[in-house]
């Protein structure tokens, strides 16, 4: 079983950046898809943004396209969200996830095409 775990989370002001990592163990990282989500206090999880295996592939979310940027790092078997121009409304928790099957991909991505998740991070900006 995959453990995947956040971290740089933290409270930052509207306008500020973070960057999001999530280090994931075991030798097949680079074969699945990553994804982020995010679920804020009474809401559903929704998808934030997803990269293929090879990092040649990726998805945003509407609401944050030009300002979040997915990567990964095979090598360090790490995926990065870098969040600039952050928002009130982008508050929540954010959570990695790991692709369900090795090599699959799609736009958009959703819940169901992830099968590992980590504890989460919490993301807070203030107005």
């Known amino acids: 079983q995959v453990q995947l775990v956040e971290s740089g989370g933290g409270l930052v002001q509207a306008g500020g950046s973070l960057r999001l990592s999530c280090a994931a163990s075991g030798p097949t990282f680079s074969m699945y898809t990553m994804g982020w989500f995010r679920q804020a206090p009474g809401k559903e999880r929704e998808s934030v943004a997803g990269?293929?295996?090879?990092?040649?592939?990726?998805y945003y979310t509407d609401s944050v396209k030009g300002r979040f940027t997915i990567s990964r790092d095979n090598a360090k078997n790490t995926v990065y969200l870098q969040m600039n121009s952050l928002k009130p409304e982008d508050t929540a928790v954010y959570y990695c996830?790991?692709?369900?099957?090795?090599?699959?991909?799609?736009?958009?991505?959703?819940?169901?095409?992830?099968?590992?998740w980590g504890q989460g991070t919490q993301v807070a900006v203030s107005s």
């Open positions: 990269i293929n295996s090879s990092g040649r592939r990726t």
């Open positions: 996830a790991r692709g369900a099957v090795a090599f699959y991909y799609r736009d958009p991505l959703g819940v169901t095409d992830f099968g590992s």
